[in-house]
Nanobody
Framework: QVTLVESGGGLVQPGGSLRLSCAASGIIFSTSTMGWYRQAPGKQRELVATITSGGSTNYADPVKGRFSIFRDNAKNTVYLQMNSLKPEDTALYYC??????WGQGTQVTVSS
C-alpha cells in the first residue's frame, strides 16, 4: 500500500518561509519522480515542482527562485522549501509520486 504523508503547512506572514515534508512508503522511493502540486479554493490543482530520481528539478514559473524541491532517499522523504511567500501561494499542497499516488495535502496560508 502506497502512503504519502505531508506535513509542515501552517499560517505564515507574507515574506516568510515554510518547509513542507512528504514521507513516502510502499514505493521504491529512490527511483520515483516526486512532485508537489497545490490547489487554491476555486482553482484547479497546479504543478509546483518536481524532482526526478537523478535529482533533476522543474518548477512552475510563479515559484521559480523562491521555492526549492529536494529529496532524502535515506528517509524516503521529499521536501519543498518555500521562501518569500506571497498571499497567492495560499493553497492546499499535495505530494505525489509519478502523478499517480497522492497524499492528503497540507494547508499553507499566507496572510498578515
Amino acid at each position: 500500500q502506497v502512503t504519502l504523508v505531508e506535513s509542515g503547512g501552517g499560517l505564515v506572514q507574507p515574506g516568510g518561509s515554510l518547509r513542507l515534508s512528504c514521507a513516502a512508503s510502499g514505493i521504491i522511493f529512490s527511483t520515483s519522480t516526486m512532485g508537489w502540486y497545490r490547489q487554491a479554493p476555486g482553482k484547479q490543482r497546479e504543478l509546483v515542482a518536481t524532482i526526478t530520481s537523478g535529482g533533476s528539478t522543474n518548477y512552475a514559473d510563479p515559484v521559480k527562485g523562491r521555492f526549492s524541491i529536494f529529496r532524502d532517499n535515506a528517509k524516503n522523504t521529499v521536501y519543498l522549501q518555500m521562501n518569500s511567500l506571497k498571499p497567492e501561494d495560499t493553497a492546499l499542497y499535495y505530494c505525489t509520486s509519478w502523478g499517480v499516488h497522492w497524499g492528503q495535502g497540507t494547508q499553507v496560508t499566507v496572510s498578515s
